[in-house]
């Protein structure tokens, strides 16, 4: 056992802002001295409605006093709804639904959903592609570091090509792939965004060659783009998505929805998860999905993601904007770390990437217009 003299009990895996967030609000943390820290970066991408949305709140504390947990076991209301819901929301035939945990599950499920399908085991995903840490994940994973973590565990690495570049993709597929996946915009490595014509070619070569094109939402989806899906904002529609993120607001859950097609011979084990769909879990989702629904937030995403796109692009140091929605990278022409270190003297919180000189912004999707006017100004006056 660790004793008060061994160090700090948690490991030192995480860089961390400089503030202990005891309560939140809306698009707010508040830290221990009390002091309120504006938020862009929505905890990765998590905080959807906003921190602590009164009805997601209630909708939590209600479900955990009638039923915290039981296993997949046991059919609960909340799960049946909560795949309905999802099933109704995502662009047609999309609308089969299986829950899991975490984005890197529903990512490692979209691909073996694929390879049984297909018989086959290669996969091709995009060079600056992040999609977990779990073993098919860091196979299809763009870098050195987590490539190593898939070879260690004898996983074959996907074909990696560069993104939006149709000749290499249309070479990359062959009878031997099972799936192609892809970010419709890439997180980590800047809010870079795939082009239209990039995933209707990527639908093209899946149709030709019998493989399944795989969209991994975690980051992009659930209303981050504006619209619920990332594809509805694309206008392609894959054979399956895995969310994750900003699905349940704060608790942890994952979601598999794909065709038909996809699943039409799964039959009882041939897929699982413990924790899969919760109770608490879904009642969160719910609960969130109707705040997004009622509030418009939808609209609000793409209404201020245009304000503060048009406006950074007059900021001193700002080369170019990427992404969509509340997905936003800034690309600068000075290192992305020193202005997120800068920001913080105004408690702003933002992002960074794999690119060094890329800033990027995930706020909630209810970031209102004056709070994007705040974080504009202070953006101005570091960059200034």
């Known amino acids: 056992m660790l004793s008060a003299t061994d160090g700090p009990a948690l490991l030192p895996v995480y860089a961390t802002f400089p503030l202990r967030a005891v309560a939140g609000h809306g698009s707010w943390l508040v830290d221990e001295e009390g002091?309120?820290?504006?938020?862009?970066?929505?905890?990765?991408?998590?905080?959807?409605s906003g921190h602590a949305h009164p009805d997601v709140v209630a909708a939590i504390a209600e479900q955990?006093?009638?039923?915290?947990?039981?296993?997949?076991?046991?059919?609960?209301?909340?799960?049946?709804?909560?795949?309905?819901?999802?099933?109704?929301?995502?662009?047609?035939?999309?609308?089969?639904?299986f829950f899991c945990n975490s984005g890197a599950e529903a990512n490692e499920n979209q691909l073996g959903?694929?390879?049984?399908?297909?018989?086959?085991?290669?996969?091709?995903?995009?060079?600056?592609?992040?999609?977990g840490r779990s073993v098919a994940t860091l196979a299809c994973t763009d870098g050195a570091k987590y490539e190593a973590g898939a070879r260690r565990a004898g996983m074959p690495l996907s074909r990696k090509v560069p993104?939006?570049?149709?000749?290499?993709?249309?070479?990359?597929?062959?009878?031997?792939?099972?799936?192609?996946?892809?970010?419709?915009?890439?997180?980590?490595?800047?809010?870079?965004?795939?082009?239209?014509?990039?995933?209707?070619?990527?639908?093209?070569?899946?149709?030709?060659?019998?493989?399944?094109l795989l969209f991994d939402e975690v980051q992009c989806g659930v209303g981050r783009l504006g619209t619920f899906?990332?594809?509805?904002?694309?206008?392609?529609i894959p054979d399956s998505i895995a969310m994750a993120k900003?699905?349940?607001?704060?608790?942890?859950?994952?979601?598999?929805?794909?065709?038909?097609?996809?699943?039409?011979?799964?039959?009882?084990?041939?897929?699982?998860?413990?924790?899969?769909?919760?109770?608490v879990p879904c009642a969160a989702a719910l609960a969130n999905i109707g705040v997004i629904e009622r509030e418009g937030l939808l609209a609000n995403v793409r209404q201020v993601s245009a304000q503060i796109a048009g406006a950074a692009t007059t900021l001193p140091h700002v080369v170019r904007v990427h992404g969509r929605g509340f997905l936003l990278g800034?690309?600068?022409?000075?290192?992305?770390?020193?202005?997120?270190?800068?920001?913080?003297?105004?408690?702003?919180?933002?992002?960074?990437?794999t690119d060094p000189m890329t800033l990027r912004l995930l706020p909630p999707l209810s970031f209102a217009r004056d709070e994007a006017d705040l974080l504009l100004r202070g953006l101005q006056a570091v960059l200034t």
Not at 70 to 93: F, K, M, N
């Open 163 to 212: 993104f939006n570049d149709i000749a290499a993709l249309t070479a990359a597929v062959d009878d031997t792939i099972a799936a192609v996946l892809i970010e419709p915009v890439q997180g980590f490595s800047g809010a870079r965004s795939a082009t239209v014509e990039f995933l209707q070619a990527a639908r093209a070569i899946c149709d030709r060659t019998g493989a399944k």
């Open 246 to 279: 900003g699905l349940a607001a704060g608790l942890p859950i994952g979601a598999v929805l794909c065709l038909p097609s996809l699943v039409d011979d799964i039959t009882v084990g041939d897929l699982g998860s413990t924790f899969g769909g919760g109770p």
């Open 229 to 236: 899906t990332a594809a509805e904002s694309f206008g392609v």
């Open 35 to 48: 002091h309120e820290w504006l938020d862009a970066y929505g905890g990765h991408a998590v905080a959807s």
């Open 330 to 353: 800034l690309e600068l022409d000075c290192p992305a770390a020193d202005v997120q270190r800068a920001l913080w003297q105004y408690r702003i919180l933002t992002g960074t990437s």
């Open 64 to 97: 955990a006093a009638r039923l915290i947990f039981y296993s997949t076991a046991v059919p609960h209301a909340g799960r049946e709804q909560l795949a309905a819901t999802l099933a109704r929301l995502a662009p047609d035939p999309l609308g089969k639904v």
């Open 113 to 131: 959903l694929a390879r049984r399908k297909t018989g086959r085991q290669g996969v091709v995903s995009m060079l600056g592609g992040w999609h």
